[in-house]
């Protein structure tokens, strides 16, 4: 009996030793299984490791490969930017030799303007007493024309307004075209044109009168050749205007001007 008790006992024990073992097998499958799933993973983590670092190589190599083209243009830029700041050194000193022969001409033109100036006043002063002489010499054989004038008929022309074939009367000369007329002829040319809209214009050039002005020289001749007629005419009448006396001679309407003036037009004076 008591070798059976412990038969049975130890076949217990075995029993019990392999259920231990069993589970002690499945548990070491499971970490077999384990392993090789861990070992899979680290497997595939290190294939992506390899690719990454495949890639960051050429990433690597393709950085470094713009940093060496960087790296040249820079040392290019660096030699043209050290050309360019030789040859700009060059332009400022050459302009500053430039401006220093300029300032020294400035100086020479400025004693040359001064003296010029002063050279100008005299030649200034000289033309001034020149056309004052002149203006004397004019009025002088102005004069002299006039007086020569009276004793020629065909004065008559002279003092004759061509667009009323009558003496004139406050004669003015019209710009640009020199010529003379009466001053209410030019005010009538005038306010026909303006009611008709139109320019007026000369009656012997037709060029469009821009401007009037007093012609006292012919105003002279024109008064010496009516003391003439005074003189030859037993009436004649007076007439005021403006502060100066302008004699007509009485009776018949003054001669109109002869063929041969108005085909040719009264000398511009």
């Known amino acids: 009996m008591e070798k059976e008790q412990e038969a049975l006992t130890m076949d217990q024990a075995m029993q019990a030793q392999h259920q231990q073992v069993s589970r002690l097998m499945r548990e070491l499958e499971s970490a077999g299984e384990a ?6 993973k680290v497997d595939m983590a290190a294939a992506e490791l390899r690719h990454a670092e495949s890639a960051m190589e050429e990433q690597l190599a393709e950085m470094r490969a713009q940093l060496d083209a960087k790296r040249r243009e820079l040392e290019k830029s660096t030699r043209a930017l050290h050309t360019a700041q030789a040859g700009y050194d060059e332009e400022i000193e050459r302009k500053g030799e430039e401006v220093r022969e300029l300032e020294a001409s400035v100086g020479k033109l400025h004693a040359f303007t001064n003296q010029t100036k002063s050279f100008v006043s005299q030649v200034q002063a000289q ?10 010499q004019l009025q002088l054989m102005k004069n002299t024309m006039a007086f020569s004038l009276y004793i020629d008929e065909s004065l008559t022309i002279d003092v004759t307004d061509v667009r009323t074939t009558e003496l004139m009367v406050k004669p003015v000369v019209v710009h640009p075209s020199g010529c003379s007329y009466s001053a209410a002829t030019v005010e009538a040319i005038q306010a026909e044109a303006a009611a008709n809209g139109t320019e007026p214009l000369c009656p012997q050039t037709g060029d469009v009168i821009t401007g009037v002005v007093p012609n006292l020289a012919l105003e002279s001749i024109l008064a010496r050749y009516l003391f003439k007629q005074q003189v030859t005419s037993p009436s004649f009448a007076v007439e005021k205007g403006d502060g100066r006396q302008a004699h007509r001679p009485a009776g018949p309407p003054a001669r109109p001007i002869p063929r041969r003036a108005r085909r040719q037009g009264a000398p511009r004076t």
Do not use: N, P, S, V
């Not at 392993?35 to 899979?40: I, S, V, Y």
């Open 127 to 136: 033309i001034a007493k020149r056309e004052a002489d002149m203006r004397t």
């Open 35 to 40: 392993a090789a799933e861990l070992q899979a």
